[in-house]
């Protein structure tokens, strides 16, 4: 028997292709505005993975020309000492983008610090008036993660027109705008959630199917239906049974990719994207900041 398998959205190549498109904007914009794009990201504490990440954005932002001004902060840094941090980032002229890296040690309230970043400097769109113009449809900084999937698919024409999305997750980072750009796309959309009755009844209708629970091996491949666009949010670390450690997503990927038309891979899907997002929102805050 012939065995089919998916096609791969390659989400590591369009972030490259992303960076160099933003990389050549920045070449040819800067001698006009007189500087390059800024972006501040906070980091408080030494959780190793929040270093890595941070790490990494820092390097995409030196890749494509846009200053990265990085704050580490020790893990008792305080809730005022933090906001007065950003209160001046708001106010500095170099800074077109902030970025809080989450999640934040235990003592500090990470939703009313992401309320004190200016809207129109919130790189990661998690802003609850970013958050308000996605619902309303309107302009305005979009989360990063939802929009990278969103782009992997326009760039792949995926046609989502009045097709059944289904969204597994409802976290405000990215299920709950994942549905909404979905829908803004015209989508019919369903999201699921660990509440759910049966899960797989609801994703077997699933013509686009965002796992984004961030648990390890969801979603089976009896629970896809055959042709289906599958796209992995999940990033877990695991240690396998030699003990060495990896990363995988919400789906099982082996077995997925001979039910689904079109699936992304973990590392090199949507966690390439979320970065190459986080650029852009920096480069259009840029341009809004220097247009007037
Ligand atoms: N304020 C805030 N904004 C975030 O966007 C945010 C955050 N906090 N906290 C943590 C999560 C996690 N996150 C990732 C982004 C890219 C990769 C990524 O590029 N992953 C590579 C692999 C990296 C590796 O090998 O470790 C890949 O999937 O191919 C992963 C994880 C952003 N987050």
Request: net charge neutral; with cysteine.
């Amino acid at each position: 028997m012939e065995t089919k398998t998916a096609k791969i959205l390659d989400g590591k190549a369009l972030a490259a292709k992303i960076h160099q498109e933003l990389a050549a904007n920045i070449t040819e914009l800067q001698p006009k505005i007189g500087r390059p794009p800024g972006l501040a990201v906070l980091m408080v504490g030494d959780n190793p993975a929040s270093a890595a990440y941070v790490s990494n954005k820092e390097k995409a932002c030196a890749k494509v020309g846009i200053t990265s001004f990085g704050k580490h902060f020790p893990t008792q840094t305080s809730q005022t000492e933090l906001e007065e941090v950003i209160e001046e980032l708001n106010q500095d002229e170099r800074v077109d983008g902030i970025l809080v890296q989450l999640p934040l040690p235990n003592h500090l309230d990470a939703i009313t610090l992401l309320h004190k970043i200016a809207p129109d400097k919130d790189a990661d769109g998690l802003h609850p008036v970013n958050l308000g113009r996605l619902v309303r449809g309107e302009t305005g900084l979009r989360s990063c993660t939802p929009a990278g999937v969103m782009r992997l698919l326009e760039e792949y024409k995926i046609p989502l027109v009045g097709k059944q999305a289904v969204v597994v997750g409802r976290s405000i980072l990215v299920g709950k705008p994942m549905a909404l750009m979905l829908l803004e796309a015209d989508a019919t959309v369903t999201i699921a959630h660990s509440r759910s009755q049966d899960l797989k009844s609801i994703t077997q209708n699933a013509d686009i199917l965002i796992a984004a629970a961030g648990i390890p091996g969801l979603i089976t491949a009896q629970m896809v239906k055959p042709g289906a666009v599958v796209v992995d949010v999940g990033i877990n670390r695991v240690t396998d049974s030699s003990g060495k450690s990896r990363l995988v997503g919400d789906i099982d990927f082996a077995a997925t990719a001979s039910v689904a038309e079109y699936i992304t891979p973990v590392p090199g899907g949507i966690g390439p994207m979320t970065v190459a997002m986080l650029l852009q929102n920096t480069v259009s805050s840029y341009l809004r900041a220097t247009s007037n």
